[in-house]
């Protein structure tokens, strides 16, 4: 079967920096995603992986290990608006989008 | 008004209520989706209309009945649901030209309590 895994929830103090891991086993892959969702909002995108790497975007960035199942997304100088549920989703052979969980995260002052 | 937008924000409903939701779409999209999202557990994809046509129908349970009449609307027309169907219910909207590669857009959602 298909499957995304990412901790159910995490702690960061602000100003610090965190790394929420993603782990993938899924048939084929087309690229994956992460995305930001605030307690009762929508989901909004943040990145979009195909090709191993880091890719950087202000205070966030997002790995990619294609051999490895595996992604993080990275977010430094964290603030208390951080505060949110991060998605992780995989595209499959078939581009069909298979999703985690997702990671709540926690920002203490 | 820009984005996805979704009505109702809540709706509480008893289990031989009708109801329906609403989303609409100002992005130009062709593929609009309905999703479940239920606590601590990944979204769950229920349809995927693409050009208005139905694309996708994840063996969802026929007490929800999704229409497409055009490809800015769609609605999820709700009968006989159980208390399980609780949840947040997201529309999201897509480009609709690469499937799951495309970036999806998402509505704020309907809370939805079935007593």
């Known amino acids: 079967g298909q499957n995304i895994d990412q901790p159910t929830e995490m702690t960061a103090t602000e100003g610090a920096i965190v790394q929420i891991n993603c782990t993938y086993q899924?048939?084929?892959?087309?690229?994956l995603f992460w995305y930001q969702q605030h307690a009762g909002e929508a989901p909004t995108f943040l990145s979009y992986?195909?090709l191993d790497g880091l890719e950087e975007k202000g205070r966030f960035s997002s790995f990619l290990s294609r051999s490895k199942g595996y992604s993080y997304l990275l977010l430094k100088e964290l603030q208390m608006k951080d505060s949110a549920s991060y998605l992780c989703?995989?595209?499959?052979?078939?581009?069909?989008?298979?999703w985690g969980a997702g990671t709540k995260l926690i920002i203490k002052p | 008004e820009t984005g996805v937008t979704q009505t109702p924000r809540h709706l509480v409903m008893g289990m031989t209520n009708k109801k329906s939701l609403k989303c609409e779409q100002h992005?130009?999209?062709?593929?609009m989706y309905w999703y479940k999202q239920s606590a601590k557990k990944p979204l769950e994809l229920m349809f995927v209309?693409?050009?208005?046509?139905?694309?996708e129908n994840n063996s969802v349970p026929s007490r929800f009945s999704p229409e497409c009449p055009n490809s800015s609307h769609l609605f999820l027309h709700l009968h006989t649901l159980q208390p399980e169907d609780s949840a947040l219910y997201l529309c999201?909207?897509?480009?609709?030209?690469?499937?799951?590669?495309?970036?999806?857009?998402f509505g704020p959602g309907t809370r939805l309590t079935v007593l």
């Open positions: 992005l130009g999209h062709n593929a």
């Open positions: 989703a995989v595209v499959d052979s078939n581009y069909q989008l298979i």
């Open positions: 992986n195909v």
């Open positions: 209309y693409n050009f208005k046509e139905q694309t």
């Open positions: 899924t048939s084929g892959f087309n690229g």
């Open positions: 999201a909207s897509s480009q609709g030209t690469s499937g799951g590669a495309d970036t999806q857009y």
